[in-house]
């Protein structure tokens, strides 16, 4: 195949929220013998995984060290997952080591997420690789990234909400022992801010495996100041960050203190922190387009966060929100949640056999308008109140989808 044809294929075979179990997977990683052969820092969690390995890579590689990192979901294209050395897989490599696995591929049955996730580790396994930072797709337990024989460095649970209930549990505790299965025998495990039932069940999983458990620490002096956040961290003062999003440091803090817990095996520098911390930020995380606000949050916890950052940037502006989700997410929630921050919702739907169209808003459409081209109701409000801030959230693919659409259509 070439690379478009394996693009087509993905997609077709596009199953990793239809299904969650692994046997498949399982069996094809056996029958191939594959073995993970280079250091891994291990991250899951409901929200903030994607930017603590971001951070994490970035530290790293100001450090010198070869890093490899593995990101999902991808906006456009999966070669965005798979980084070594600052750079994405090409196109090249991925479609050779797709080829050369196809036919096991057909054979067991495996979903994109699972092809997509062998070809990391097996490009990874051709480089020389100092560390990679992994994050997990779903929960933890039998998530594809999780090979079952491999021990990462660290493991690391940044947060745990009420996400995928069908498939990892109905309450916290229930979704933290799903993500628990990346705890591996006497190896040390991090964690974020979690509400008690959480952080017991963990604390109780990582004693029983002999693990040694860490809490990450308070961050203090935290202040945005154009176009930086500032914050102290033990040990350091006034770390920056380059972004608006306050939520970004408790993920900036978790990355730190891995790189405290695992000083003796990566050494790094004060000045490694530094840099790393003021990489360029992840896509549509609080992303500022002029007026429009692009954020992916997708989960209550998320929606939370993104609130409390758009009541500061609104400075006295009115907020006029665009929102499209999944058919997974809970909207009685969400929306109120939303709703008690701007001025007027318009639902809307795009193009995805998952996300929710006019007759799964029925319940709200008494009290939120719906539009059906996400375009148009942008457009819309940009006539109407030209003044206003626009906020775009509900789904990281929905986000990215209006991030293409308002630098290559709208220019702004």
């Not at 580790?121 to 998530?143: L, N, P, Q, R």
């Not at 969400?334 to 995805?352: E, G, H, Q, R, W």
Request: proline share 3%; net charge negative.
């Amino acid at each position: 195949m070439n690379y478009n044809e394996m693009l087509d294929y993905l997609k077709e075979k596009d199953l990793t929220m239809q299904r969650y179990e692994r046997e498949g997977f399982d069996d094809f990683i056996s029958k191939i013998k594959f073995k993970i052969n280079f250091p891994f820092i291990h991250v899951a969690g409901s929200n903030g995984k994607g930017s603590t390995v971001h951070f994490l890579e970035n530290i790293y590689l100001a450090a010198g060290y070869k890093v490899a990192s593995y990101k999902s979901p991808y906006g456009y294209l999966p070669n965005e997952m798979i980084r070594y050395n600052g750079s994405e897989i090409s196109d090249e490599d991925f479609v050779s080591i797709f080829n050369e696995y196809k036919n096991y591929f057909d054979k067991y049955d495996l979903s994109s997420f699972e092809i997509e996730t062998f070809i990391a580790f097996k490009y990874f396994s051709t480089k020389e690789v100092d560390v990679a930072i992994i994050e997990c797709g779903m929960g933890g337990e039998i998530d594809a990234t999780n090979i079952l024989d491999a021990t990462p460095l660290l493991s690391i649970i940044t947060t745990i909400s009420l996400e995928h209930t069908a498939f990892l549990g109905t309450t916290t505790s229930e979704i933290a022992s799903s993500v628990s299965g990346i705890i591996k025998d006497k190896h040390p495990v991090l964690v974020g801010k979690l509400d008690e039932s959480a952080l017991s069940l963990l604390r109780n999983v990582t004693n029983k495996r002999g693990g040694k458990f860490y809490l990450v620490d308070d961050f203090h002096n935290n202040h945005y100041a154009s176009p930086y956040f500032r914050f102290d961290y033990r040990p350091y003062a006034d770390l920056a960050l380059l972004t608006s999003a306050s939520y970004q440091l408790l993920n900036a803090s978790i990355a730190v203190e891995a790189t405290k817990i695992l000083a003796e095996t990566l050494p790094i520098n004060e000045d490694a922190v530094r840099r790393g911390l003021m990489c360029k930020p992840l896509p549509v995380r609080l992303e500022k387009h002029r007026n429009v606000i692009i954020d992916g949050a997708h989960n209550y916890e998320a929606v939370d966060a993104l609130m409390k950052n758009i009541w500061n940037i609104g400075l006295g502006k009115p907020v006029h929100c665009v929102f499209a989700c999944y058919r997974d997410k809970n909207i009685s929630a969400i929306l109120p949640k939303i709703a008690n921050y701007v001025s007027d919702i318009a639902l809307t739907t795009f193009p995805d056999e998952r996300a929710r169209n006019e007759m799964d808003y029925f319940l709200y459409i008494d009290d939120y308008r719906y539009v059906e081209d996400y375009r148009f109701a942008i457009q819309d409000i940009l006539a109407k109140y030209p003044d206003d801030i626009i906020l775009v959230t509900g789904s990281l693919a929905f986000a990215y989808l209006v991030k293409r659409f308002v630098e290559e259509e709208l220019k702004i």
